[in-house]
Each structure stands twice: as C-alpha cells, then as structure tokens.
C-alpha cells in the first residue's frame, strides 16, 4: 500500500524553523505536555525542598532522560553541565567526523513527537526535496538540530556547573556543585550521571614510560583525540596518529587538512578491521530484551564486540586518502613515545620517527576511580569483575572494570549496607553497555534508554519511607549454580510503571512480556511454563542460539514425520534458512510451516 505525501494528504510541511516549532507546542498540548507534576515534595536534611532528579550532563543524553521525565510529570528536576553552552558532548568539540556514523532516519532525542525529529527539522529549512538528496546528518546540523530541540521543548540546562562530589544516603544523595556563584549543597532523591563517553571514566591513554616521566612543557605536543587541539599550529609540520578507529582518521583529516604536510599513522592490526560487529545488536528485540539475559550471556556478547575492532567508516578513510601526505603503518604498534620541548619521538619495533605532534586516538575507559566526584563510593559498587570471577577478569580486564548495574541503570551495594541509597545514583552513561547495552550515548539506542533509565525515578519512589520499590538485594549465591545471582523481589511496581506505555504502543504480546516478566520473577527464577507467550520463539533467542520450541505438545504427536529431519534448527538465522531449505524440498510443499511471522519456527522441532 502506497501512503499518500504530506502534500498529498493536504499538509504543507512547515517551511521555516518559526512554523516548525509552533507545530510542535501545538503537539505538545495535544499531548497534554508537559504532564503536570505529580510527584510529593519532600525537604532534605537540611530543611530545603530537595529535587527528585538531578541530572549530570547536559548533553545528548541529559537533555532527553529530561524530556522523558518531563513528559511522565516528573518536573522537578535540575540538569547541570560543567561546559559552555554548545560544547556539551562531543558534537562542539573533539567529534571531528564530517557526518555521523548513524543513518539519517534514525530518532531517539525526539521522544516519539514527529515534529521534533531531525527529518521534520532538516525538511523546515530545506524541504522534502533536500530531504531525499541528504547523504548522511552533518556534525553541525546534529549539534544545531539538538539545541534546537532543548530550546523548543524548553529543557534549562545551567551551564558552567559541575559536580564536586556524590555522598549518596538512605534516601537523599547529598551532591556539592560549584558554579559561576560558587559552591553550594544539594539534595535529591535520584541522581543520573549522563556524561556521555567518559561519564564513568576518562580518556584513555597507553603507559609510554617516557611520556609519564616527561616535563609538562615536552607533554604539550602530546594530545588525545579528545582534547581540544589547534590543528592550525602545525599546519606545514609532521603529526602521528596512533590508532586505526573512526576517530583517529578524523584527527588525521582534520590535521591534513588544516595545512599538516605529513600525517603518519600506526595501527597495532595487519589490516584494517571490515566488519562493525555490533551493528547486529542495533533492533528493538536486542535493546529492549538484553538486560533480561542472563550474566553468562551478557558477558560472552560484549566481551566479544570489544574485542572485534570496530572499521573506521569509509568516508573518514576516503577523507584522508584524498591527501598525498597521507601514511598508514599497519602491524606497527607503539613502544614508547619520547616528548621534548620541539618534538616528540615516536620508538616502534622497525624504527624512531620524529614529528612536531602525536595524538592518541586510543578511545575512552571505564573506570570509575578516575571520576572525582565518585570518590566517595567508587570502592562501594558492584563492578563485573565481581560477577564473572578472578579467571575472567583477568582475560578481559576492560569490561570487568564496567560497574554492575540494577535495570534501572541504578548503582549496586558490593557488599551488603556499606553504602545505603547507593541505588539513589543512575548510570546513564557509556559505563551501562556491560549491562543494558549501548543504550546511553549511541543514537540508536537512546530511545529506549530514556525508558528503562526512568523505572527508578520518583514516580516508582514518591515517598523516602516507600519500601516497595527497594534496590536490588546483593549477589548471593544459589545452590543449584555456583555463578552469584541477583535477587528481583519487590521490582514489578516500578516496571510497570514505565514499561506499560510502550508495550501499548508496539503491541499486545510486548505488552504481555513486559508486564508479566517482572510479577513472575521470584527470587531470580521465572515462572514461565504457565505463560506460552513468554516461551515464544523469538529473532534474539534463536541469534543467540537457543532451541526452537513449539507452545502446544500436540503439534509433536500430529506431525510426526518432522522429528528427526530438523534436528539442527536451533542456530543462527542462516543456518535456520538453510535448514528449512532441507526440510520443504524433501518433505513438498504441503508440510512447510503453517504459523508464520518472525520467529514463528515452532513446528520445526528438535528434540
């Protein structure tokens, strides 16, 4: 069926950016939008009305989890960021990528409201024409796009404000904030960090032993790629580039093309990686069910995206290959790097090279010791090296590092009552991959990470006495495994809460999972069996390898011909299509599958 246009259907598309947002304030009382607040208020220690939510980043992330909770009736919220106004993020700053590496269609800081899409943005300045003609979203349209967003939806984000220190209690985090008026105490019943890429760490930097005993001045041609670099002062020079990611041919563009006459870069790896492995993971059965997988699972999923190299894009690559000064030295990794007041002095295994800059594009850690205001209460939380073992931490010291997080983003206990109301503070950063996946910080996955951020807001815990809506209880371990497990009790009430809206809009069957998986949670068991939607063959169940079921035992006994032609059909999906292939050209036609639909392999039975 063919939809009718915009023009067809007798709507003109606004044509200016005025038009544009007074069609969204005009969705938005359509919408009832804002909700009123609904939320008790409730002084802190210190007499003084505390907030329900205090956001920490200002950014991508902060601005929408904000919207989101704006549009629940959670109003009383304050969003701070200690950057100035369009250097929030990455997109003002050290993103030096010409276009971004996601899609044009993609949403996510939109909410669902189609007039506040990037589409509906780009067409009231540019038309549906220009629409269609666009390649990919600049960087600056994205950035543009994002404060248009926040002033349009009326999102106050006080700028020049960073948090000092989070000392998290029973039922308010203290949080001490320093401004352009200078220090001051809050109180707030929840507290989100959203500080994006290094929200849970900082930039990472190889230990050349060299460059750590250097003097400062020597150190002053040494930079990350997140630093905030004037290419322009070694326009004619030499400049290394250590790396072989998106962002290390950025740097080495953006420095071509500021005037560098030579620009060398060195990857550890013989070729350069082909396949973005965790693009599979960007579907709404992966981001929406991952964090209800086991420990197990996470584990080997994540741990092996981080070790597959993500392929720089190839644009940023043709970007470079464009210059005649352009060098890539595979299978040449880095052994030391020697700073002086005029140079610095690259030492690999074939030779030195001597340049007037180097730039590690070596990417951002996960540390939470590295984040002064978590000093308090970095030793206090429950880390993934805590859940796998000493053996696997030691294979994978990158991701055990990754905190532990309950499903609502929310900090964990390591040990039990060493820091009440630890489960106060959120997450909301690329510290969360480990344990929801990249739900905070990528665009594809923000939409759905605004949902399950909001689970423990004050809306599940309007009152500080509320005992329904606990933490999760510590790692205990059961008797049956000796893997720790973590206890669910008292988690349906704000799960419902959240979830119920958007398993309305996208169907009755997520609706059923989503309301009836967290009342069947017992004790970390799932009572499943009564429930023959919850056991449904599913895209994500079979891609991670579980076997292929049917919900009614008297399929088995009428076709009994099947069993045993399709033993194997319980794998990824190319080997499922092949199978199936197998079984209609030796069985006919007549006995292909007669439920249909995705992840309706049902009759196909292994025994």
């Known amino acids: 069926m063919t939809l009718p246009s915009n023009t067809e259907a007798g ?15 005009h969705d938005f009382e359509r919408m009832r939008f804002p909700t009123p607040n609904w939320v008790p208020a409730a002084d802190g220690p210190d007499g003084k009305p505390a907030l329900d939510v205090l956001i920490i980043g200002g950014g991508m992330c902060g601005q929408t989890l904000a919207l989101a909770l704006a549009r629940d009736g959670v109003r009383n919220t304050r969003i701070i960021d200690r950057a100035p106004r369009r250097r929030e993020g990455p997109w003002g700053t050290y993103a030096r990528m010409e276009i971004l590496r996601s899609p044009k269609h993609l949403t996510g800081p939109d909410l669902g409201f189609p007039a506040l899409t990037f589409r509906a943005w780009y067409e009231a300045q540019h038309g549906a024409e220009g629409w269609e003609r666009l390649y990919k979203i600049s960087t600056a349209d994205w950035l543009a796009y994002l404060l248009w967003v926040r002033d349009t939806a009326e999102i106050a984000v006080e700028n020049g404000t960073e948090a000092l220190d989070i ?16 220090t001051e105490t809050v109180y707030a019943r929840k507290v989100v960090l959203a500080g994006g890429r290094d929200g849970a760490g900082a930039p990472y930097a190889p230990p050349f032993s060299s460059l750590a005993a250097a003097l400062e001045a020597g150190k002053m041609r040494v930079f990350h790629s997140s ?53 599979w993971t960007v579907f709404a059965g992966f981001l929406e069910g991952y964090c209800q997988l086991d420990d197990r ?37 880095w052994l030391d790097v020697v700073s002086a007041a005029d140079s610095v002095t690259v030492v690999t295994a074939k030779a030195q090279y001597r340049f ?3 730039i590690l594009a070596t990417g951002f850690s996960v540390d939470l010791p590295q984040r002064p205001e978590l000093a ?67 665009i594809p996955g923000l939409a759905f990470g605004e949902t399950a951020c909001r689970a423990r807001s004050p809306a599940a815990c309007s009152s500080p006495a509320r005992t329904s809506c ?34 309305r809009v996208r169907g009755g069957r997520l609706l059923r999972r989503l309301l009836l998986l967290p009342i069947l949670k017992k004790n970390g068991e799932r009572e499943q069996e009564n429930y023959p939607s919850l056991n449904a063959t599913s895209r994500p169940r079979r891609m991670l390898g ?62």
């Not at 998290?168 to 200078?182: C, I, M, N, S, W």
């Not at 510590?474 to 809206?501: K, M, N, Q, W, Y």
């Open 376 to 442: 308090r209460i970095h030793d206090k939380v429950l880390l993934w090296a805590d859940r796998v073992g000493p053996q696997e931490a030691a294979r994978h010291p990158e991701a055990a590092r990754f905190p532990y997080l309950g499903p609502s983003f929310e900090f964990l206990e390591r040990a039990p009552g060493a820091a009440p109301g630890l489960a106060h503070v959120h997450c909301f950063n690329a510290g969360a991959t480990m344990s929801h996946a990249a739900l905070a910080g990528d």
């Open 227 to 279: 630093d905030d670099i004037d290419f322009a002062r070694f326009k004619g020079g030499k400049v290394a580039v250590l790396g072989a990611s998106a962002s290390a041919f950025d740097n080495a563009a953006v420095a071509l093309e500021a005037g560098a006459q030579e620009v060398r870069l060195f990857s550890r790896r013989p070729h350069l990686p082909q396949i973005n492995k965790s693009k």
């Open 546 to 607: 579980n076997r292929t079921t049917r919900r009614k035992s008297r399929l088995r006994a009428r076709k009994p011909a099947q069993i045993g032609r399709s033993r194997n059909t319980h794998q990824l999906p190319r080997e499922m299509m092949s199978e199936r292939r197998k079984f209609s050209s030796s069985i006919g036609p007549r006995m292909k599958p007669r439920i249909r639909g995705a992840g309706s392999q049902r009759i196909l039975v292994r025994k």
């Open 297 to 333: 699972r996470r584990w080997e999923i994540y741990t092996y995206i981080f070790s597959q190299a993500t392929p720089p894009p190839h644009e940023s690559v043709l970007r470079c290959d464009r210059h005649a000064g352009f060098t890539i030295h595979f299978a040449e990794p």
């Open 11 to 25: 709507r003109a598309l606004p044509t200016g950016l005025d038009e544009l947002a007074a069609a969204v304030r």
């Open 470 to 503: 606990k933490p999760h209880s510590p790692p205990t371990t059961t008797a049956s495994s000796s893997r720790p497990a973590i206890s669910c009790r008292g988690e349906a009430f704000p799960l419902l809460v959240l979830h119920g809206d958007r398993g």
């Open 167 to 182: 000392d998290p209690a029973t039922h308010f985090v203290r949080v001490e904030l320093k401004g352009a008026q200078g």
């Open 356 to 358: 007037d800059a180097a």
